[in-house]
């Protein structure tokens, strides 16, 4: 099929459904007729009122993006305390008869579902456009934003984005995920006026820090941001969106753009399966590392981040003292279990290592260096550079054994999240890939790390050859 054959009958795919609408209008009405309620029933004078948000305010939505925002005004003048208070206040009150539950982002806000659509009620200060107080401050002005500059046209052009980007596996700014949030998506359509400009200018980046921005932006903040992409938020020049942009998924898009423009596929909008075939984990297992352990329950928001800083935090470790951790990943359920999964360079060392020394021209230094030695017969020489070498015995020589020291706290300064320090201490698993059959858990993570696209795959040999 052609592109835009197969970019037409996406936007059918992608278009809700007329009974889905109806759905949300009316979930719609019933949670704004019990906000209004709930704020004349708490009467505080400090909830200035609320906005509808997110992408049903905007007409963006898919039918698997069944969610409703409000935005809970509140009076600028309150600290943060009774900013978090009042919030959770009118969210449980409005939400009190479907079971609420709070969810942190920056602060916290409730949520519940009623049916299958699921409702967010998060506080914000009443503030004019760059008086910022919290994140959320941003949201009720980015869909006004929005609202004024989308035509129906670009709406559909950014639900068949989103379906892309889903199909991927890199819709969603949460940290779970790293990937592009249906704000993004909406800046793209509206600078580059459809998807397939977009799939097609994504598909030819050739460089890091490429700059999206919808007007002239501040090229101070520019030099400042450190993302693989900058994406300015045009109501906020100082604020990066494509800082919650990882590498991978970055990478992602990149090569399934190509390959849709080189193979153009309904296949693009459906959700791929990318579970690794067992001949790949075979080749690999020896040198994957798991770690498994039980977590303490806390919030989703909190707990990803928590991890991701701990796996990064062993990563450099496990890089520093030479093993190498090539690639890294981690799962939890949320609940109870999670997981760090390294892929390995080496997963064991020589037993001796060498230390560089000074230049023999150096004389006091090279007297310090060779007056260091604590065993006489262990050799020195000097090498083409007319430096003095040595070697010394690792302490540890398979990585196993140091991860399991550093995860037991007997290495200081390594970084691990406090939260998630405390949970190991109370006890995890530790093995490489090929001393037992890896669960369905640690395959997901690996299916994650490792990209196993076909539609990816395929378009990349068919270009080589």
């Not at 949460?174 to 359509?189: A, H, M, N, R, W």
Request: net charge positive; proline share 3%.
């Amino acid at each position: 099929m052609k592109q835009q054959e197969v970019i037409a009958i996406a936007m059918k795919i992608c278009q809700p459904t007329i009974s889905s609408a109806e759905k949300m209008e009316k979930v719609s009405s019933l949670v704004i007729e019990k906000m209004k309620g709930s704020i004349n029933q708490l009467a505080n004078d400090k909830i200035v009122g609320f906005s509808l948000g997110g992408s049903f305010a905007k007409g963006t939505w898919v039918n698997e993006d069944r969610d409703l925002d409000i935005f809970v005004k509140i009076d600028p003048s309150r600290d943060k305390e009774e900013f978090e208070d009042l919030g959770i206040k009118i969210g449980r009150l409005v939400l009190g008869d479907y079971k609420p539950y709070l969810r942190y982002s920056e602060h916290p806000y409730v949520e519940a579902e009623i049916g299958d659509i699921r409702i967010n009620i998060v506080p914000c200060y009443n503030v004019k456009l760059g008086d910022w107080k919290s994140a959320a401050d941003r949201s009720p002005f980015h869909t006004i934003f929005m609202l004024e500059r989308l035509s129906d046209a670009m709406k559909s052009q950014v639900r068949i984005l989103k379906m892309f980007l889903k199909s991927i596996g890199i819709y969603g700014a949460q940290l779970s995920v790293g990937g592009f949030s249906g704000y993004v998506t909406e800046i793209l359509i509206l600078k580059y006026g459809s998807f397939l400009q977009v799939i097609e200018l994504i598909a030819s980046l050739n460089h890091e820090k490429f700059v999206i921005a919808l007007s002239s932006p501040n090229l101070e903040s520019i030099d400042a941001f450190t993302s693989k992409i900058i994406i300015i938020d045009p109501i906020d020049n100082n604020r990066n969106l494509g800082a919650a942009i990882s590498a991978d998924s970055l990478g992602k898009f990149i090569l399934a753009a190509r390959s849709f423009l080189e193979n153009p596929s309904l296949e693009f909008f459906k959700k791929a399966e990318t579970s690794l075939d067992n001949r790949i984990i075979e080749k690999i297992k020896a040198n994957l590392l798991v770690v498994e352990f039980e977590i303490r329950k806390r919030s989703p928001d909190i707990l990803w981040g928590q991890l991701k800083k701990s796996l990064n935090a062993l990563s450099k470790q496990l890089d520093m003292a030479g093993f190498n951790a090539i690639g890294s990943t981690c799962i939890t359920d949320e609940k109870k279990y999670a997981a760090f999964v390294f892929f390995m360079e080496f997963m064991e060392l020589p037993p001796f290592c060498v230390r560089p020394g000074p230049e023999v021209f150096r004389k006091d230094d090279t007297e310090i260096f060779l007056s260091n030695k604590k065993d006489d017969l262990v050799p020195f020489w000097i090498n083409r550079n007319m430096k003095v070498l040595t070697i010394s015995k690792r302490s540890k020589a398979h990585a196993k054994d140091y991860a399991s020291e550093i995860l037991s706290g007997k290495v200081a300064g390594v970084g691990l999240n406090k939260d998630v320090a405390a949970d190991l201490r109370l006890g995890f698993n530790i093995y490489s890939g090929n001393e037992r059959e890896l669960n369905k858990s640690i395959i997901f993570a690996l299916s994650k790390l490792m990209l196993n696209d076909r539609r990816i795959i395929n378009s990349e040999k068919g270009r080589r050859h």
